[in-house]
């Protein structure tokens, strides 16, 4: 018994020497199902409560009108930073004058957690 185990202790170290390297592992060992780490990936991106975007759109078409709606859209919320996406800079001069009002209107809206600074970028 001894004998073969030396056998394939050698076969094996001729293999890996002529690899390269180590036998590669079995094909799944390395995978795992993504319902393993959705909950982490959500929740660094800031979305583990689950933000509904329609919701969100919702939301902000009442707090801002139709008008400013059409001008200005939700592009992202991450850690609970709203980012406005602004088709005009004299727009986005605008909302700036009326952060504080919107802030508040949308912690009404949407919640006092949810949205707790927002950011205007022009696009």
Known sequence: MARKNRIEW???AVLREWRGGDEPMADNASIHRPD???QAALKSAGAADGMDEERLKEAWR???GDLVARHA???SLKKGCLTLKV???AMRFQL???KPRLLANLKKEL???VVKSV???LG
């Open 111 to 113: 919640g006092s957690g």
């Open 62 to 64: 009442e707090i801002a």
């Open 119 to 121: 950011r205007f970028t």
């Open 36 to 38: 393993r780490f959705i």
């Open 10 to 12: 050698i076969r094996r």
């Open 96 to 98: 700036e004058q009326m």
């Open 87 to 89: 088709l005009q800079p």
């Open 73 to 75: 859209s939700p592009d």
